[in-house]
């Protein structure tokens, strides 16, 4: 992965920050993106390859395409982009809701992946060479209690997925999805705003998977060869099932 340039977005923690520390091993130049710009700086610190950072927020449409087309000319072209920043944001029915959560998820994990895509696209398309991996997630793939809006925006990320794998069928470009279950991040902190004892509980019962095992997948992805696209990989802690099944050990 020697000059691979990838773009990640939600660097700053989780799934995003393991993927960048990985990619870092292999040598790949980084252009990391998230709004925390102390933990971007620290990252960047404790990365040993070329790291360029971005911050801005993926649901401010002038702000991400400010931002990529601010890059350096020598971090221009762009080889791989990982579009994984999004979070959850409450778990909630629908009738009790709150309507800002709604607006977080569907601005955050389906507009903010749609304005990413966009405005990194056309140098892809002109070089007809690049590879776009967007983080869906088993809730993009089966609804849960309590999950619709949150469940929405990840069925809308796989639905974009395959319509960009069509739409650049003709220019070579690589495009796939990563559904993962229980991840352990900082996911549920975000989804239960800060209740740490909650957040716990999510993962205090079983194995759960790390954001490494993530980033695994991912680099899979990408190390495959340029006539390989996987399409779409689905990776469960083994104590789950499916969505909604889940081996708790009390
Ligand atoms: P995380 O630790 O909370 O990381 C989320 C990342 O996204 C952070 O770096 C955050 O950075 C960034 N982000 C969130 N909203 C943003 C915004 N509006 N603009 C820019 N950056 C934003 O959670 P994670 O588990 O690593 O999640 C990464 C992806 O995996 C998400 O798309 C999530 O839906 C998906 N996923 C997670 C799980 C799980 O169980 N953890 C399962 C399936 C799928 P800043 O706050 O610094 O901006």
Not at 67 to 85: C, F, G, R, Y
Request: glycine content about 8%.
């Amino acid at each position: 992965m020697k000059n691979t340039t990838i773009l990640i977005t939600g660097a700053s923690s989780g799934i995003g920050k393991a993927t960048a520390e990985l990619f870092a091993k292999n040598g790949a130049r980084l252009i990391l993106c998230g709004r925390r710009q102390e933990r971007l700086d620290q990252l960047k610190d404790s990365l040993n390859t070329e790291v360029h950072l971005l911050n801005f927020d993926v649901r401010d449409r002038t702000a991400v395409f400010e931002a990529i087309e601010s890059l350096p000319s020598q971090w221009k072209q762009i080889d791989v982009l990982i579009n994984n920043a999004g979070n959850a944001h409450g778990l909630d029915p629908v009738q009790t809701a709150d309507l800002d959560d709604w607006d977080a998820m569907i601005d955050g994990n389906v507009k903010g992946v749609m304005y990413v895509t966009k405005a990194i696209l056309p140098q892809m398309i002109e070089r007809k060479a690049g590879q776009i991996i967007n983080l869906g997630s088993i809730a993009g793939l089966e609804v849960y209690p309590n999950g619709n809006v949150y469940c929405a925006s990840k069925f809308a990320v796989d639905a974009f997925t395959q319509g960009l794998r069509i739409d650049l069928n003709p220019y070579g470009i690589r495009v796939g999805a990563i559904h993962p279950g229980l991840v352990e991040t900082e996911f549920s902190m975000v989804r239960f705003k800060g209740d740490e004892t909650r957040s716990k509980n999510v993962y205090a019962t079983i194995t759960a998977l790390q954001a490494q095992d993530i980033a695994h997948a991912i680099e899979y992805m990408v190390a495959v060869p340029p006539h390989v696209t996987i399409a779409d990989i689905t990776l469960l802690p083994t104590d789950q099932a499916n969505a909604t099944v889940v081996n708790r050990k009390q």
